[in-house]
């Protein structure tokens, strides 16, 4: 029932117009039976409201809404109002107002009322205003309807609603989130397969660069043992003196020119990770310091040099000599980038790596050592392509291209990483990642003068040499030199020649077997090796090869503990190299 106002002044009762709604007591009993049945049936309750009075008179069904007894007879509109929700109450209140006041007359409206029992129900309101001849409000009548449950189906169905577009929310979050980390993902990928792509690319290079440096050594052994035997042999020849000095001041400089290349060998192994490494426990604070006026020297007066050691920096595992050059190329490198002058900064640090980075370094304790400039930097697009061997962002002339790719060859084969970040026109920073070592650093030998230089050793009476190589340059020079040292050769160019000659009894005596561990028709050096021991037990075997042993250990049946002459090889090697060998078997067979 919806708010009624302050009673007005009496009237008489058969002045006031009598609605379809209101309810009589007169009315026959057909017609109150028929419309208390419809009522209930709609769950519909019909009042009127006597405003002289203050009376509400309603149906059964009227209170039953209400939560009164269906046979309660007219009560005052106080009880009524008494049932409405405290919250409701002003808001129905001005409504009935407006309603009367305003001259609308029609009101409706919903709220709720809290039963007798306590139980709170939603209603529906419907009701109108009548008025006498002069319009004065007499009674207000009307109709309610309990919407309970359908406010509760709204209620469920807005909760529907507002848990499906929370969900929607919810979802179209994940999907953006899922988006992301799907671009993410595939940003990361992307980015590693360009560091796979450049890593194969390393590698292949690295394997083309290494069977080049193989390929150079053999023919640099031909070219500076050659050079070394011509020089050899014109110093003690007759002839006019100073023709002689100058013969042999050209062949001293070819020779030097011929080392100058073995060098370059030597880096482009760096590179391939395949150079013969002298490792030692040390620590690089030493080092860097021990280095400083070296550093400084090379940079000139025009570039400020700060050494930052962090304390207690871990030792690390490494070539200490091939340090010291990396460091010293990466020190030109920043040289080169401040022509005009600058700063250059050299740190270390310990560092350890939680989880793999995107750039590949694996977990672990690390030393760093950053070396700093603040020169002209490196554009992004040649940046990727520094650590590749031969390629320089110098003039003409002024870098091989092989200062990076040695730096990054040696610190890659001692476990560590090397990093760069470049900014055009703010400089460059190289972070070189060493392996932390948990050994004690070894102490460097220093103030010894240099030993004196001993003869040559050569060879005893009737010392034979059989020398197994495939390149017939090489095999020509290697029999010139053991010559040269007193020793009787006999020569083969392969393993399946020398078996012939050792199976028709053509080596009667063999002191030393000299050769490459690398052989044609499917025999190695090694295998040779072993085939002769089984006839020849105390035969020693000295090898030699272009490769390093780094490069061929997994390759051949070549053991850890064999002796090995590397390519380029000078002749006082190969003469001391060859009494060792022979030397040691006969000792070791005695």
Known sequence: MTEPGSPHGAHDASAIPRGANDVDADEPLIHRDALALAEQSAGIGVWSIDLRTGLVRGTAQFFRIMGLSPASGPVPVEALRALRHPDDQARVLAGFRNAVDGGTDAYEMEYRIVRPDGTIRWIFGRGRVVRDALGAPVR???????????????????????????MNVVLEQRVRERTAALETEAQRRAQAEARLHQAQKMEAVGQLTGGLAHD???????????????????????????????????????????????????????????????????????????????????????????????????????????????????VVN??????????????????????????????????????????????????????????????TGKGSGLGLSMVYGFVAQSGGYVRIASEPGRGTS?????????????????????????????????????????????????????????????????????????ASGELSRVDLLFT????????????????????????????????????????????????????????????????????AGSTATA
Request: aromatic share 4%; with cysteine; net charge negative.
């Open 140 to 166: 207000y009548s009307g109709v309610d309807l309990d919407i309970t449950d359908r406010k509760a189906s709204e209620a469920a169905l807005a909760a529907a609603k507002e848990a499906l577009e929370q």
């Open 430 to 502: 190289v972070r070189i990642l060493l392996p932390r070592s948990r050994d004690i650093p070894s102490r460097e030998a220093a103030g010894h003068e240099p030993a004196q230089r001993e003869s040559m050793p050569r060879a005893r009476a009737g010392e034979t040499v059989l020398l197994v190589e495939d390149n017939d340059e090489v095999r020509r020079f290697g029999v010139l030199a053991l010559e040269e040292l007193g020793y009787r050769v006999v020569q083969a160019p392969d393993g399946q020649v020398a078996l012939q000659m050792l």
């Open 516 to 583: 490459d561990v690398v052989l044609p028709r499917g025999m190695s050096g090694p295998a040779l090796a072993a085939q002769f021991r089984a006839r020849q037990p105390r035969m020693p075997a000295l090898f030699t090869s272009g490769y390093t042993p780094t490069s061929i250990a997994g390759q051949s049946e070549l053991a850890s503990d064999a002796r090995l002459l590397a390519k380029p090889y000078r002749i006082e090697s190969l003469a001391a190299a060859v009494r060792y060998a022979i030397d």
């Open 334 to 395: 920043a040289r080169d980038a401040m022509p005009e002058g600058g700063r250059l900064t050299i740190r270390t640090a310990n560092a350890v790596i939680d989880r793999p980075d995107d750039g590949g370094v694996q977990t672990g304790e690390y030393v760093t050592l950053d070396v700093t400039d603040t020169g002209c930097g490196i554009p992004p697009e040649l940046l990727a392509r520094v650590f590749e061997p031969f390629f320089t962002t110098k003039d």
């Open 216 to 330: 150079f050594n053999n023919i640099l052994q031909v070219i500076g043992g050659n050079l070394e035997l011509a020089t050899r042999l014109l110093a003690h020849a007759g002839g006019d003196a100073p023709t002689r000095e100058k013969l042999i001041d050209a062949l001293g400089k070819a020779e030097r020119a011929s080392r100058s290349a073995r060098d370059l060998v030597q880096r482009m192994l760096a590179f391939s990770r395949l150079q013969n490494l002298a490792s030692t426990t040390f620590d690089v604070n030493a080092l860097i310091v021990g280095m400083g006026d070296m550093i400084r020297r090379t940079l000139g007066e025009t570039i400020e040099v700060e050494i930052a050691c962090s304390p207690g920096v871990w030792p690390t595992r490494a070539d200490r000599n091939q340090l010291e050059t990396a460091l010293l190329n990466l």
